[in-house]
Every structure is written in C-alpha cells, then in structure tokens.
C-alpha cells in the first residue's frame, strides 16, 4: 500500500463515518469512536492484509498502527477541529510509523468525521504536566513551519533538542509584561515547561471564577482535611503549568474566595459560588484532563456526578465531616 492508496482509504473511511453521524447517530465517548474507525478500517483494509489491533497498549502513539502508517483518532461532542493531541517528547511512538494522520470526530454542530496529515495538522504547543501538542484540521500553518524544521526532523532530535524548539516558540509569543516560567532545565531532571506566567490576583473576576472552576472539577481533594497541607498541590500546580497563572492555596478557601457571607465552611461556600462554572468546565474541558488528574475519561455528562462521589469520599475525613453531594449541584437532572 502506498501513500495515495492510504489516503484513499480514509477519504472512504471519514465518509462512512460522517453518514452514520448524519443518520442521527452521532458518536457520544471517545472509545466507541475510536473502536469504530477500528471496525471500518479493518473492513477497508481487508483487500490488503493488514492486520488491526484492538488492544493496543494505552499510551501508544499513534492509536492505531497499520504497518508503516498510523492513525491517530481525535474526538470532541464541541463544535471545534482543534483538541490537545500527544506530548511532544513521543516516548510511546512506535518507530515502524512512518506516515501518521489524524482522523477527527466532530460531534458538536454538524457531526462530521474529516482526516488530515498530522504534521500539518500539529499548529501550537501547551503545557500540561509536560508539553503537549495541539491539533487542528483547519490549521492555517504548521508548528513546524514556525519552527523551521520538519516533523520527522524534530522527532529525531533529543527531549534537549526538542525543548530547545519549544522555548523559542514561547519567547515569541510572549506579551508585554510576561515572562517565561523555568521549571526544569535539565533532561535528566525530567523536563522544561516554558510558560507566559501571570499572577491570579490580576485576572478579571469572571476569569477567576473559570480558573477556580476548572482546577476545583479536576481535583476534588480540595474538600478533605486542613490538616493534610498537599491537598492544594495539584489545583495550584493545574493553574500554574496548563495556564501560566501563579496562584496560592487561598485561591480555594480563603475568605475571598467564599464570598461576603459570614460563617460556614469556606471550601464548601467557595464552591457553591463556582458551581455554574465548574457545571460549563465539565463539558469542555479535554479528556486528557481527566485521564491525567482522575486516571480515567468519564463522559462530560456524568462528570459533575463523578466529582461528587469523589468528593464525598475526601469530605469524611474533613474536620468537621462533611458530604458535597448534599449541598452541592442539588439541581441536577
């Protein structure tokens, strides 16, 4: 099979895909859809031979592997050809692929299932806990045109090599009055995330309270003991390397933070206040996200109920105890 032949065979595949959308079955998790591109291509390639893995290792990249080329499956239920894709040290890559695209499920708007050559597609980097790339089908430009190198070029380089790509890129985008974030220099430390660092006491009220919203959903440990003093870490931690913004533990419990009313816990009155942020953060935050900070993906629809029963769990052993699900989102269907 040769590269024509591969392409054809997606154009076949995002096609058949995109009628079962539009027969009024879209897709709704990740996983279905990404065992049914499986399905199709098996199908598709039946004429070649090629064999398909439908229990490849979880953190393999690409998703799925066929011979010399790859695929590697995106969804999202929004509206957006854009989504947070591997990192970009590809420690998981299998060295056969030669040849890797993206096959994108579209399922807020028009469903629509579209492919595209992943090194065009590849158009920013972010930071989570470690450097990520970002995707887009309609990317205009290629990350790795800005950065003057090919992607086979940088995949060949050391994580040294690649960092060095990946600061030069964040001074360029810096703005005036942010600086770059050092974490780490040195590979064997583990790695660099440069970032455009701001102080959370400088954002607008209604960034606030998504920035509270997001790290409080990602991380329900907030709502255990004071007296465990790391409870804080990874919401501060969250803020700092997904966002750039420089925040302390007050930021979840303080005073400030639960509002002008008097007495009460202030955790539990902080997140009453977020509630509707936390509720919209549950829908369009990435999977990724909660498969780095809860070890699983859970459906955006059940991810407010997920958050509960964790909470619930870290709240029995709070001074005093105390029971999230009771007195938080109590209007949910």
């Avoid at 990317?139 to 070029?153: H, M, P, T, V």
């Avoid at 660099?192 to 959370?200: H, K, R």
């Amino acid at each position: 099979m040769n590269t024509s032949d591969f392409e054809q065979l997606l154009d076949e595949l995002c096609a058949r895909l995109t009628f079962e959308c539009a027969k009024g079955q879209p897709f709704t998790v990740s996983k279905s859809f990404e065992n049914r591109v499986r399905e199709v291509i098996r199908t598709l390639l039946d004429h070649f031979k090629i064999p398909v893995d439908f229990t490849p290792h979880p953190y393999g990249f690409p998703d799925i592997v066929l011979g010399k080329f790859g695929v590697e499956v995106k969804f999202t239920t929004n509206d957006t050809w854009r989504s947070i894709a591997n990192s970009v040290f590809e420690s998981f890559r299998n060295k056969d692929v030669k040849h890797i695209y993206v096959v994108f499920g579209k399922m807020g708007g028009c469903p629509e299932v579209r492919w595209g050559r992943y090194e065009e597609c590849v158009m920013h980097v972010r930071t989570s806990h470690v450097p990520r790339f970002e995707v887009d089908i309609d990317a205009k430009e290629s990350l790795f045109k800005k950065f003057g190198i090919s992607y086979d070029q940088f995949s060949a380089l050391s994580e040294d090599g690649r960092m060095k790509y990946v600061r030069d890129y964040a001074r360029d985008r810096l703005k005036p009055g942010e600086r770059l974030w050092w974490l780490e220099e040195k590979s064997d430390q583990g790695h660099s995330l440069p970032m455009q660092v701001q102080l959370f006491a400088n954002l607008s009220n209604e960034e606030k309270l998504k920035m509270r919203a997001e790290a409080s959903l990602l991380c329900p440990q907030i709502v255990g003991s004071g007296r465990n003093r790391t409870k804080y870490i990874d919401p501060i931690m969250f803020l700092l390397t997904y966002h750039g913004i420089l925040a302390t533990r007050d930021v979840f419990s303080a005073g400030s933070a639960a509002g002008p009313a008097r007495g009460g816990m202030y955790v539990q009155r902080a997140l009453q206040r977020i509630q509707p942020q936390m509720i919209e953060a549950a829908k369009y935050l990435e999977t990724s996200l909660f498969k780095e900070y809860w070890g699983r993906n859970v459906p955006p629809r059940k991810r407010i109920r997920e958050w509960l029963r964790m909470a619930d769990v870290y709240a029995k052993v709070a001074n005093p105890p105390w029971k999230p699900s009771a007195v938080l989102f109590l209007d949910l269907p």
